[in-house]
């Protein structure tokens, strides 16, 4: 079965990778571009079933790209992202062409549901093939983001959303140093100091959580950013 093509349009790398693989894994073709003046060489040369846009791009906006991929095909399904959250900002979103409108920070889930939402509007199927299971191996514990669950043998524990997202973006790249500032933009949107200070304490709680397991941590780089370690 040919792939759902998915254009999606992220100029911040490391949200840009996880979203790109949580599509990829649903059975999406994605094509992820970075900068605005690539993205309509990108749309007409990849011809994708589906446009993601972030609004806040190099060179180039969102809304305008939609305007011109609009006028170039009146079918296609368009969604924007956007961490801007006033009335106007989506009624603009709507009037350039767009047909569902994503306040940043989302979860990869909500993304999925909306994309699978529109293209069963549009009439196009979307992929039949049932999602993997998606659960994460961390030493004895089993986590579960789809359904946010840690579980530890017989022990089940319900995630936050956003404990869900923290513990995610970690297991994304186990044994590698993860920038804070990349943890924060993905989970809350900005690195302020409110957001930052929320981000130690959901770093505590998780590692209360996986306490019963020495194989597993997360390990703190001051002043850089964290690591989970599984052995």
């Not at 993601?52 to 095909?73: A, T, W």
């Not at 009335?87 to 009037?95: A, K, P, R, Y």
């Not at 986590?143 to 513990?167: G, K, V």
């Not at 920038?179 to 809350?188: E, G, H, I, S, T």
């Amino acid at each position: 079965m040919q792939k759902i093509k998915v254009l999606y349009v992220e100029d911040e790398p490391f949200l840009g990778k996880i979203v790109s693989e949580s599509l990829e894994s649903r059975q999406f073709e994605v094509l992820l571009v970075a900068d605005g003046r690539d993205v309509l060489a990108a749309y007409e040369q990849f011809q994708p079933d589906i446009c993601v846009l972030d609004v806040m791009l190099p060179h180039r906006d969102g809304f305008s790209l939609g305007q011109e991929i609009r006028q170039q095909n009146p079918h296609i399904p368009i969604i924007f992202l956007t961490a801007k959250n006033q009335t106007q900002d989506v009624l603009q979103g709507f009037e350039s062409g767009g047909n569902d409108y994503i306040r940043k920070p989302f979860s990869q889930e909500e993304l999925i549901v909306r994309i699978q939402n529109l293209l069963r509007i549009s009439g196009m199927a979307a992929p039949v093939a049932a999602p993997p299971d998606g659960t994460i191996r961390l030493g004895r514990y089993r986590f579960a983001p789809m359904r946010q669950e840690l579980q530890l043998e017989n022990d089940l524990r319900t995630l936050s959303h956003r404990e869900t997202q923290l513990l995610e973006i970690l297991t994304s790249r186990p044994n590698e140093v993860i920038p804070r500032k990349d943890v924060l933009d993905a989970v809350w949107g900005n690195d302020s100091f409110f957001n930052s200070r929320n981000l130690d304490v959901y770093v505590t709680r998780l590692r209360d959580y996986l306490k019963e397991d020495s194989a597993v941590q997360i390990l703190t780089l001051k002043g850089v950013g964290y690591r989970l370690v599984c052995s």
